[in-house]
């Protein structure tokens, strides 16, 4: 079982579109959370960070469960610039802290 | 506000060749790692550094080594190149081990 899963997707949504994503981690000692964003052939780029709390960014909402060991990313009102690939990341819980990369959702975002 | 700087951008090799990918930053961070990501397989962890003089092994680290002389700089170097070593190599830096980590704009290499 992979540490950090991800539905790859793609997933297609018009403009103006509410669109989710999940991700289940394995690891229940991991400590921080958060959601990348891919765009093709460059570097990822924090998204947000997500707390248990919950937070919000924009047009974007990210929630952690603890207990069901999830994570969600909301995005409301899609935009073509949104089209790319989004990460779920964990952090911590291992003897070096690493980062454990989910292989990613892919969001194409069209008119 | 240069961030990570990583070069060369692309690179072709000789099955058997030597090199080494260069990565900077000038953010002040204690922790920088590398990862390489392929098709199919996400980003794994090749090594990493949680400060100057101090480096160890991540998820993947056969066939590639690392030092870590200044804050600043953490060269990637492949011993002797292998086909299976085509990839996109990201280096990344953060302040903590377990914050979120800024990217490099990555090497492109492919091993022929």
């Known amino acids: 079982r992979k540490e950090v899963e991800q539905d790859p997707g793609p997933f297609n949504v018009p403009e103006g579109a509410t669109v989710a994503f999940n991700c289940t981690y394995s690891?229940?000692?991991?400590?921080?959370f958060f959601w990348y964003r891919q765009d093709c052939r460059k570097e990822p780029k924090l998204l947000m960070s997500?707390?248990?709390s919950g937070n919000e960014d924009g047009r974007f909402t990210a929630q952690l469960n603890r207990a069901s060991q999830y994570i969600s990313l909301l995005i409301r009102d899609s935009k073509l610039s949104d089209s790319a690939t989004y990460l779920c990341?964990?952090?911590?819980?291992?003897?070096?802290?690493?980062?454990?990369f989910g292989q990613g959702t892919i969001l194409t975002v069209h008119p | 506000n240069a961030g990570v700087t990583q070069t060369p951008k692309f690179q072709v090799l000789k099955t058997g060749q030597s090199m080494t990918l260069q990565c900077a930053q000038d953010?002040?961070?204690?922790?920088m790692s590398w990862y390489r990501q392929d098709p199919g397989m996400g980003l794994r962890l090749i090594h990493y550094?949680?400060?100057?003089?101090?480096?160890d092994q991540g998820e993947v680290p056969n066939g590639y080594n690392v030092s870590r002389s200044t804050t600043e700089d953490f060269p990637l170097r492949l011993l002797s190149a292998a086909p299976s070593q085509t990839s996109v190599y990201f280096c990344?830096?953060?302040?903590?081990?377990?914050?979120?980590?800024?990217f490099g704009d990555g090497t492109r290499l492919s091993i022929l």
């Open positions: 990344a830096s953060s302040p903590r081990q377990t914050g979120p980590q800024h």
């Open positions: 690891n229940s000692a991991s400590q921080s």
């Open positions: 997500v707390y248990s």
């Open positions: 990341v964990t952090a911590g819980g291992t003897s070096y802290g690493k980062l454990t």
């Open positions: 953010m002040n961070h204690e922790y």
């Open positions: 550094s949680v400060g100057a003089g101090i480096t």
